[in-house]
């Protein structure tokens, strides 16, 4: 039985994956329930954030987000029988590849999958979904009537927190880093998001968003990233297509949430007195927050499906942005192309 690892031999060095060879798993343990993955979705790998956490080792497990069909289950377990179709996301910790037939997981890293959700979708889904979730409703409480600016609104995670946002009533505007991009945007249902194309470099995100609340400013802020410094300061890494940080205080409206994902945010004192001019916040969305605090397990646990993702899926309130289903002899080239984000759309692997 094989599975998929990261490698990283040196600090800066791109990752590199390999197939090991497993040896037969060990004995379910009392909370542990033995799982036959049937789709697994892959994410990029942050090694920094694995070394900062004293979690890095030589090779690193690839592929959290699963599906799958339960075929034992420990002495303790009591959410789950053999035959059980589930779905989660392995902690950072794991030791599991989810890139590998049968797993080994603690069930309250697992909820049951609904029967009308195909196994691509489900693991798909799960972690777009949970942070989509996470930016607007406990970053930002979206509510009716309110703007949300999403950037990068065809990318997997801006799919799903569009069709969510409208879902609660919200007026979405969104930007768009490619004809392509703008044209898919369009075609999501319900329509109604304003799609801005960015790509040509002709508009100015601020001045639209102001336009488009009729100068009040946009009351959620979803980023892809932004950008620190000027065009020649920046590193190559950061594409252009992203607004500036000014562009982003510019355009939030008095008592706004700035959602972002620019984990070394930097604001010098001007950008605070404009945000505390305007009693806005900035949060960090961080996902990974809810398996690093356990004191929240409950809550995780009713977001991946008692109350919104697995339910919301089931019941068609958004579509994910996924790629044909990959097969595991593909799987090794794909996550290469995940880790360099060059990936557009959610890659899923299918046993």
């Given at each position: 039985?094989?599975?998929?690892?990261?490698?990283?031999?040196?600090?800066?060095?791109?990752?590199?994956?390999?197939?090991?060879?497993?040896?037969?798993l060990?004995?379910?343990r009392?909370?542990?329930?033995?799982?036959?993955?049937?789709?697994?979705?892959?994410?990029?790998?942050?090694?920094?954030?694995?070394?900062?956490?004293?979690?890095?080792?030589?090779?690193?497990?690839?592929?959290?987000?699963?599906?799958?069909?339960?075929?034992?289950?420990?002495?303790?377990?009591?959410?789950?029988?053999?035959?059980?179709?589930?779905?989660?996301?392995?902690?950072?910790?794991?030791?599991?590849?989810?890139?590998?037939?049968?797993?080994?997981?603690?069930?309250?890293?697992?909820?049951?999958?609904?029967?009308?959700?195909?196994?691509?979708?489900?693991?798909?889904?799960?972690?777009?979904?949970?942070?989509?979730?996470?930016?607007?409703?406990?970053?930002?409480?979206?509510?009716?009537?309110?703007?949300?600016?999403?950037?990068?609104?065809?990318?997997?995670?801006?799919?799903?927190?569009?069709?969510?946002?409208?879902?609660?009533g919200?007026?979405?505007?969104?930007?768009?880093?490619?004809?392509?991009?703008?044209?898919y945007?369009?075609?999501?249902?319900?329509?109604?998001?304003?799609?801005?194309?960015?790509?040509?470099?002709?508009?100015?995100?601020?001045?639209?968003?102001?336009?488009?609340?009729?100068?009040?400013?946009?009351d959620?802020?979803?980023?892809?990233?932004?950008?620190?410094?000027?065009?020649?300061?920046?590193p190559a890494?950061?594409?252009?297509?992203?607004?500036?940080?000014?562009?982003?205080?510019?355009?939030?409206?008095?008592?706004?949430?700035?959602?972002?994902?620019?984990?070394?945010?930097?604001?010098?004192?001007?950008?605070?007195?404009?945000?505390?001019?305007?009693?806005?916040?900035?949060?960090?969305?961080?996902?990974?927050?809810?398996?690093?605090?356990?004191?929240?397990?409950?809550?995780?646990?009713?977001?991946?499906?008692?109350?919104?993702?697995?339910?919301?899926?089931?019941?068609?309130?958004?579509?994910?942005?996924?790629?044909?289903?990959i097969?595991?002899?593909?799987?090794?080239?794909?996550?290469?192309?995940?880790?360099?984000n060059?990936?557009?759309?959610?890659?899923?692997?299918?046993?």
């Amino acid at each position: 039985m094989k599975a998929l690892y990261g490698q990283q031999n040196s600090p800066g060095e791109e990752m590199t994956f390999v197939f090991q060879e497993r040896e037969n798993l060990p004995a379910t343990r009392d909370h542990e329930v033995k799982v036959q993955v049937r789709a697994c979705a892959l994410s990029w790998v942050d090694t920094k954030l694995l070394s900062e956490i004293k979690l890095k080792k030589e090779l690193v497990p690839v592929g959290r987000e699963i599906s799958g069909v339960v075929l034992e289950v420990g002495s303790k377990v009591t959410f789950f029988q053999p035959d059980d179709e589930v779905v989660g996301i392995l902690p950072l910790d794991s030791e599991e590849s989810g890139v590998c037939e049968v797993i080994l997981v603690h069930e309250h890293y697992l909820v049951h999958k609904p029967e009308k959700v195909c196994w691509a979708e489900a693991a798909g889904t799960v972690r777009d979904g949970l942070r989509a979730y996470t930016a607007l409703h406990y970053l930002s409480q979206v509510s009716p009537g309110c703007s949300v600016l999403v950037l990068d609104g065809a990318s997997p995670f801006g799919t799903i927190a569009i069709q969510l946002a409208q879902h609660r009533g919200a007026k979405v505007i969104s930007t768009a880093h490619s004809l392509e991009d703008k044209q898919y945007l369009e075609r999501l249902r319900p329509a109604g998001a304003r799609v801005m194309d960015v790509s040509h470099g002709k508009i100015d995100v601020a001045e639209s968003c102001l336009e488009e609340t009729g100068g009040l400013g946009v009351d959620i802020v979803l980023d892809a990233g932004v950008r620190l410094y000027s065009s020649e300061d920046e590193p190559a890494s950061k594409s252009q297509l992203l607004p500036h940080k000014h562009d982003i205080i510019t355009l939030l409206g008095v008592g706004g949430h700035w959602i972002t994902t620019e984990k070394d945010l930097q604001l010098d004192p001007p950008d605070s007195h404009s945000l505390f001019l305007k009693g806005a916040t900035v949060s960090f969305l961080n996902d990974e927050i809810w398996n690093l605090s356990n004191v929240q397990q409950g809550k995780y646990l009713d977001i991946l499906w008692g109350s919104y993702i697995m339910e919301k899926l089931s019941s068609s309130i958004f579509r994910p942005q996924l790629d044909e289903p990959i097969p595991l002899y593909e799987a090794k080239v794909s996550m290469e192309i995940v880790q360099k984000n060059q990936a557009r759309k959610r890659q899923v692997i299918q046993f």
